[in-house]
């Protein structure tokens, strides 16, 4: 695998990271905390194999091997962080909802 196709790996895990945890947010907006649940499960897993990517490239760099610094690669720098405060804040908002759901409303 090349270095733009490991980076694109991590663009698209933190994507998809970024991606479930928004729905977790909107499931829980609406009530559906078990699914709520589901997406955060899901987001961490993405999140998961976006870190294994990440980590694998700063080992290489310890190792002394030299990547070139690319756009694409602060992008998915970028990507992967954003990802990470999203994740987190949905945490906190799907345990916001859940304190102060009044409808007790489960799928």
């Known amino acids: 695998m090349d270095f733009q196709e490991i980076i694109i790996g991590l663009i698209v895990n933190a994507g998809n ?12 907006k609406t009530g559906h905390f078990n699914k709520a649940e ?3 499960i899901e987001a961490e897993q993405q999140m998961s194999e976006a870190h294994k ?3 694998s490239l700063i080992q ?5 091997e030299s990547y070139q610094v690319s ?8 990507h992967l962080m954003t990802s990470l405060t999203i ?3 949905a945490r906190e908002f799907v345990d916001l909802y859940k304190k102060t759901d009044t409808r007790k409303v489960e799928c």
Do not use: Y
């Open 87 to 89: 994740q987190d804040l």
């Open 71 to 78: 756009l694409l690669m602060v992008h998915a720098q970028d």
């Open 38 to 40: 589901t997406f955060l």
């Open 60 to 64: 290489g760099e310890a190792r002394g």
């Open 53 to 55: 990517v990440q980590t």
């Open 17 to 28: 990271a970024k991606s479930k945890a928004m729905e977790a947010i909107k499931c829980a």
